[in-house]
């Protein structure tokens, strides 16, 4: 049974650093073929993809955030990581982190987790 | 960056009414693309992948079709537990860019 689950804090300033990690279980990122992704939701606006990790390290990124956004995993922890440089408070959204494999869709997701950026 | 826009934003529909949303990539995508179903404040659900596959335990009154550009989601008869935000996304192996959705409301 696949699981995943983000954690990181709920409240940033603006011009901090915002780290986010995702842990998940039922699945190795040392397997070929499969990958972690994070997506993010403003409240009340549509989904938005920003990074993805795959098995062989392969990295890609939203081309609009890429300069902002570093993605790493830890194989042996389960874990994928997920630093936004920079946050202002229009990042405030729900983040997503997301299993998939190459070739194929997120088939599943996190449950969220909402960060929201103030003073 | 490929590009995805979903059009209606917002659809009004009955309960037994056909539902067609359409979503088109600013280039092609083979038959990458997948439709999500959110419900207020769930994670999204796949629905469809490969643009008309059924996921696995999907009602069968969901289907897909199209490739290249233009792609359509289809509720042939739409139920109660049907309203909620329907979300495209193009899924090359390099990025996974989502349409803006389509809010589907009871009329």
């Known amino acids: 049974q696949i699981t995943l689950k983000e954690s990181g804090p709920t409240l940033v300033k603006p011009t901090q650093t915002l780290t986010l990690t995702c842990t998940f279980s039922g699945f190795s990122l040392s397997t070929s073929g499969v990958g972690v992704g994070w997506i993010r939701q403003p409240p009340g606006k549509a989904l938005e993809w920003l990074a993805l990790i795959y098995w062989n390290d392969d990295k890609r990124y939203s081309p609009s955030l890429k300069s902002r956004l570093t993605i790493t995993k830890d194989t042996s922890k389960n874990q994928v990581v997920l630093t936004m440089t920079n946050m202002d408070p229009v990042d405030t959204a729900t983040y997503y982190c997301a299993h998939r494999r190459k070739g194929d869709p997120i088939d599943y997701w996190g449950q969220g987790t909402l960060v929201t950026v103030s003073s | 960056d490929i590009q995805m826009t979903q059009s209606p934003s917002t659809l009004s529909a009955s309960v037994g009414d056909r539902v067609t949303i359409t979503c088109r990539a600013s280039q092609s995508i083979s038959s990458w693309l997948a439709w999500y179903q959110q419900k207020p404040g769930k994670a999204p659900k796949l629905l469809i992948y490969?643009?008309?596959s059924l996921e696995s335990g999907v009602p069968s009154r969901f289907s897909g079709s199209g490739s290249g550009t233009e792609f359509t989601l289809t509720i042939s008869s739409l139920q109660p537990d049907d309203f909620a935000t329907y979300y495209c996304?193009?899924?090359?192996?390099?990025?996974?860019?989502f349409g803006g959705g389509t809010k589907v409301e009871i009329k």
């Open positions: 490969k643009a008309s």
């Open positions: 996304q193009q899924y090359n192996s390099y990025s996974g860019t």
